[in-house]
């Protein structure tokens, strides 16, 4: 089944302004991970805003195609809802971080749920460990290393178990250690069936991921299979994507 199906989608910041991105359409497999790669302001971002619903498309942003995640589509649904089916993880952390512990943090979506203490308590348990900072619990998000907020907003994102994950450049401040601490929880909620759409740089650290898609100035240029990219040398130099 389609867990992410883009048809058609255009994108516009502002009604006669650039196009951003240009009838792009791909479909992702529920359980499969995608990475998105190109050059900077390709138009990666936005895409992800438009697929999380996170992109501004009522007073200024012009929005054209469709978005469906499991079945719906995005524009169609309120933003408590949409939350429930596809979970963001931003380039910039501060954007999605305000409590005062990374605890209350990862608490915050579930409490909203209304779900009794020992639910909650649960869930935050569970994704303290999953993500690998239960060491972090107690800290302050500010605080934090640029990497660790990435982990703990993707926690916070995870507290809601969304069958849908886009995070964006949640590598780039990450050391080979990080990366691979990254890597490794990534690998393990795809085999458990989440569905992953993450724009990454390194394409090494991601290389495990299913298929790539390649975005040149705002249109999808190809979208394969990883290693049959990563092995197709005389593209990935022509688009810069590799020296
Ligand atoms: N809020 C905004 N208003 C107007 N234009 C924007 C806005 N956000 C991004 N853009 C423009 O849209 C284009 C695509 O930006 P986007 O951030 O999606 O690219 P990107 O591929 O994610 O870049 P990077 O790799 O540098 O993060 C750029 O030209 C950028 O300047």
Do not use: W
């Amino acid at each position: 089944m389609d867990a992410v199906a883009v048809k058609g989608l255009a994108y516009q910041y502002q009604a006669g302004g650039p196009s951003i991105l240009k009838c792009i359409n791909f479909k992702v497999t529920q359980g499969e991970m995608v990475v998105v790669a190109g050059l900077s302001g390709c138009g990666k971002s936005t895409l992800c805003g438009c697929i999380s619903g996170t992109v501004q498309c009522n007073r200024y942003g012009v929005m054209k195609g469709e978005v469906v995640v499991n079945g719906k589509n995005v524009r169609e649904m309120r933003a408590a809802k949409l939350a429930l089916e596809v979970g963001m993880v931003f380039q910039d952390p501060d954007m999605q971080l305000f409590s005062p512990t990374v605890e209350d943090e990862i608490a915050f979506a579930p409490e909203n749920l209304c779900l009794p203490p020992d639910r909650i308590r649960e869930r935050v348990d569970g994704v303290l460990a999953l993500v690998g900072i239960a060491d972090l619990r107690e800290a302050n998000p500010y605080q934090l290393s640029g990497g660790e907020k990435h982990l703990v907003a993707l926690a916070a994102v995870l507290s809601l178990d969304p069958p849908v994950l886009i995070l964006d450049e949640v590598m780039s401040q990450l050391d080979a250690a990080g990366k691979k601490r990254v890597s490794t929880v990534l690998k393990k909620l795809r085999d458990g069936g989440k569905t992953i759409i993450v724009v990454e740089h390194d394409l090494e650290a991601v290389a495990f991921a299913d298929r790539l898609l390649v975005l040149e100035n705002g249109a999808a240029v190809r979208f394969d299979r990883m290693e049959t990219l990563l092995a197709d040398r005389d593209f990935m130099a022509a688009i810069r994507l590799i020296c």
